[in-house]
């Protein structure tokens, strides 16, 4: 029988319990063929560094769930898992090589891509690591990496599959690109800032039909007049009466001295600048479609870096930003740039660098999501999907009912190359798709075939992220057992990138959803409530917080913060209070420990724990106890399986530290000191099912301590990880809740009154306690019933309240009246005669100075409040103000009259 130490010591007993846990074998999954399997698949960190808050919030909360569901016999599977964070990882590792003087070009993809895989090899292990630190308890055998085979077969077969039903293809169309990283970016991988910029007003001259200069012009207004050597029309709109007229003839552009037409068009909008735009299809999505509409040429004026190209003329070779200073020069060298106005703009950025973003037409690869997503919204509108908070949904429709194709090629090194061939040989011409790397070209049968050099978009391998660790494409028995997952566990921030994707990739390859609950939680942010950043400097390392309070009061903190989908403030008070909680369930199950000594204690049969009757006759403070364990216990499976974890974990809280703790073992010390019927079975069986209840939440002290407790009491299982979790199957005992109800409302009104009066705490106090009130109730009622019970608990009350002697008497006027302090109660009165507890006549003294004071500033501020010059002058905040003193201090008058009058 080990000793329990004095204080908990998260250090000394977290790793120690998690090698157990590992080396038990309790995160494999116990497969039952009768009972419902709950699987999560972890939403894979990016091998890019350290884990962040984020992370350690999916972490808590997901390892809450599987806990929660392993400990009430459910087959409970959790897969780990990272991902290889295309664009983020080549960032990372540019910069790394970057400090040798070294770029990826200088060393080729081969070489580069060996770098990025070393890089990867040393991230991947560390994150196992950290997620250990936190508790989490996934079966690490099954961890996948979306660079593994599996993976990677299941996004070839996938790209396969829409290629061939049409549903991917390849064109030009105007696309994010990101000059830094050079490559294009999903719309979702913009960052899009309101930033404060200029619309410069240029006139582009009238040609007339010979084509010669006229001294006519057409005004445009535009924030990038670097892209006017991109320019193939301007356009108006054709109702517009100042401009219709000119619909047909041309304008030279200017410094170019290209001719171009002006066309008409309803997308122009007649409310912006002078309601003529300049029209540049290769670096404007809407000035894109317009050319397609009109059949204008697409010009490209930028290369990969942003910087100009020959298209640009004088310009070429150098920097977007800077050309825009030289063009807008040479415009106002010609006589061309009319004014500039302030404007604010939304800019896009790159998620990833946070490069401004150029609109750029490229030939990429697409995905057709239309038909994708309409079976998408169709899971979530008829039920097969819900998505929590409910909120959500309607964002979730919105976007998905105007979703547009997904740009899913990358002009990276580093991911999954795209499965396209192109064969070389004359002739031929021949693009196709494949699962396997092809030998030769399927219709001509040449050699000289090149594999597409671009990668996919991370989130692609991310979409088939619940299905592929289950072996899809293949047919596996964790495939048919464990999918659909049961529940998704992310930040709401991602449900467009990640969920939505998952859903219509689900629903495609595998004709089922991919998961039956979308659990969003909140942002993290910091105690002013700004969002973390590296540039704020207010980033926290989880596991510096948890090297500092503990694992589990980091847990605690996480998994109590905020309802579902809501942000919230991290701050060290918090966690300061979820280690002092901690060091409270420790503290309370030490007491237990104790008193047990050597004794093996014996916990309720099942029997009588299910009927109130069989309990009738126990002590009444250990029939409440267990009334509300039971009570507890059912709640907090409610409040799980509604995914509402932060009121479950604040109701445990309240319950264990202000039921258990502070009142049932105080109470339960009174008889363990009188020697009459031992409370330790109860004391057992309340602390037993509080650990249970709180392990979800807490694994690491709840575990230590229940591993402490199998040296005292028996019936319990090997570890608590494998213990069953409380159903809170058991009739109530409303009769014993509300009468103990009376008594702990009893002790907090002597309590009170001797705070109030300065009463030593240590002192013995004489106490009258009436069983009836002010108001008569029906014969039957607690009222009627409440002698019996402060009978009952008049030993508590004493010990409890320091009370002796206590008088318990039938009503009021058989006690004292006069130099009395009393609280009126809903079901009894307290009366405390005052007499020898205090100075009477200095007391009378104090009160009587403090009221004439208060009576002072009453009127004070009547006064000052009456007068209509202040009212009419002082701020609305200041008047709001002064009322609030005045009625602290008429509050504050009346309190003090009280007291006197108790006096005589």
């Known amino acids: 029988m080990k000793d329990m130490p004095k204080a908990y010591d998260a250090k000394e007993v977290e790793a120690p319990l998690y090698q157990m846990w590992m080396d038990r074998g309790y995160f494999k999954p116990r497969v039952d063929p009768d009972r419902t399997p709950f699987c999560i698949i972890m939403p894979p960190p990016n091998v890019t560094g350290e884990l962040h808050l984020g992370h350690a919030l999916t972490a808590t909360l997901e390892d809450l769930l599987i806990r929660w569901h392993r400990m009430r016999g459910d087959p409970a599977l959790w897969i780990p898992g990272v991902d290889h964070a295309g664009i983020a990882t080549q960032n990372v590792v540019e910069r790394e090589i970057a400090k040798e003087g070294v770029s990826r070009h200088d060393l080729g993809r081969e070489k580069f891509l060996e770098r990025v895989w070393d890089w990867v090899g040393r991230v991947r292990s560390r994150i196992g690591v950290q997620h250990m630190r936190l508790g989490v308890s996934c079966d690490w055998d099954r961890e996948v990496f979306t660079m593994d085979e599996g993976p990677q077969l299941a996004v070839r077969t996938t790209f396969k599959r829409l290629f061939d039903d049409d549903l991917i293809y390849r064109g030009e169309r105007i696309t994010n690109w990101c000059p830094r990283c050079t490559t294009a970016l999903s719309d979702l991988e913009v960052d899009h800032r309101e930033t404060q910029g200029g619309l410069w007003y240029v006139k582009y001259p009238l040609l007339d039909g010979d084509g010669n200069p006229t001294e006519e012009y057409v005004r445009v207004a535009t924030t990038r007049p670097e892209t006017i050597v991109g320019d193939t029309a301007v356009a108006v709109n054709p109702d517009d009466a100042r401009w219709k007229g000119l619909i047909g003839r041309q304008a030279l552009l200017p410094v170019i001295e290209r001719p171009i037409p002006i066309v008409g068009d309803d997308a122009v909008e007649t409310e912006f600048g002078t309601g003529a735009v300049k029209v540049t299809p290769g670096h404007d999505p809407t000035d894109f479609e317009i050319g397609g509409r009109h059949d204008l040429p697409v010009i490209v004026a930028m290369d990969d870096e942003a910087k100009m190209n020959e298209q640009a003329g004088p310009y070429n070779g150098i920097d977007r930003f800077e050309t825009r200073k030289l063009i807008l020069a040479d415009l106002e060298k010609l006589g061309l740039l009319e004014k500039k106005e302030d404007h604010v703009s939304s800019i896009g950025h790159c998620s990833r660098c946070d490069t401004i973003v150029e609109p750029i037409v490229s030939k990429q690869w697409f995905v057709k999501t239309a038909p994708l997503a309409k079976p998408a919204i169709e899971a979530v509108k008829d039920g097969r999907i819900e998505i929590i908070p409910r909120r959500f949904e309607g964002v979730y429709m919105h976007w998905m009912e105007n979703i547009r194709d997904w740009c899913i090629s990358r002009q990276l090194w580093w991911g999954h190359r795209i499965p396209v061939w192109y064969c070389a040989a004359a002739g031929c011409g021949e693009m196709f798709a494949s699962i396997e790397d092809p030998a030769q070209c399927p219709k001509c049968g040449s050699r000289e075939i090149e594999q597409d050099p671009d990668v996919l978009d991370t989130w692609f391998s991310s979409a088939l992220w619940p299905h592929s660790t289950l072996g899809w494409p293949e047919e596996t028995d964790d495939l048919r057992y464990w999918y659909p997952t049961s529940v998704l566990e992310t930040g709401y921030d991602i449900l467009f990138f990640w969920v939505a994707r998952m859903i219509m990739s689900g629903l495609y390859n595998t004709g089922d959803v991919p998961f039956r609950h979308v659990y969003l939680h909140g942002l993290i942010r910091d105690d002013k409530g700004d969002k973390m950043t590296k540039s704020r400097g207010n980033v926290v390392d989880p596991l510096e917080i948890v090297d500092k309070y503990g694992t589990d009061a980091v847990r605690f903190t996480m998994a109590t913060g905020g309802a579902p989908g809501n942000d919230f403030r991290l701050f060290d008070e918090k966690l300061e209070g979820g280690r002092n909680f901690a060091n409270k369930i420790w503290n309370a199950a030490r007491y237990f420990v104790q008193s047990a000594g050597d004794e093996r204690v014996q916990l309720p049969d099942a029997a009588t724990l299910a009927s109130a009757a069989a309990r009738s006759g126990w002590p009444l403070e250990d029939r409440w106890i267990i009334s509300r364990t039971l009570s507890v216990s059912r709640e907090v499976n409610r409040l799980f399986t509604d995914f509402q974890v932060n009121e479950a974990g604040r109701l445990l809280y309240d319950f264990f530290w202000s039921e258990y703790a502070d009142w049932y073992v105080e109470m339960a010390k009174i008889r363990l000191k009188s020697g009459d019927a031992s409370p330790l079975p109860v004391l057992a069986y309340t602390l037993q099912t509080s650990l249970r209840l709180l392990h979800p939440i807490m694994p690491f002290v709840t575990e230590a301590i229940w591993q402490h407790l199998r040296d005292h009491v028996d019936g319990l299982e090997e570890a608590l990880i494998v213990a069953e979790f409380p159903a809170g199957d058991g009739e109530a005992d409303a009769d014993a809740e509300e009468k103990i109800d009376l008594v702990m409302d009893v002790i907090r009104a002597i309590r009170n009154i001797r ?77 405390i005669p005052l007499a020898g507890l205090i100075d009477a006549d200095a007391e009378r003294e104090k009160l009587s100075k403090q009221l004439t004071e208060a009576e002072g500033e009453i009127k004070r501020l009547e006064g000052k409040l009456a007068n209509e010059q202040f009212r009419s002058r002082a701020p609305a905040e200041v008047v709001a103000k002064e009322q609030e003193k005045l009625a602290a201090a008429q509050s504050r008058a009346e309190g003090l009259r009280g007291r006197l009058a108790e006096l005589g």
């Open 755 to 831: 705070a109030e009066r300065g009463v030593d705490p240590g002192r013995f106090i004489e106490a009258y306690i009436a069983s009836t009130g002010p108001s008569a109730e029906p014969t039957g009622s607690l009222r009627a019933g409440a002698a019996p019970a402060l009978e009952r608990a008049q030993p508590i009350i004493e010990a409890l309240a320091r009370v002796r002697p206590l008088h318990l008497v039938p009503d009021t006027t058989s006690a004292p009246g006069d130099g009395v302090a009393s609280a009126v109660l809903s079901k009894a009165q307290v009366v």
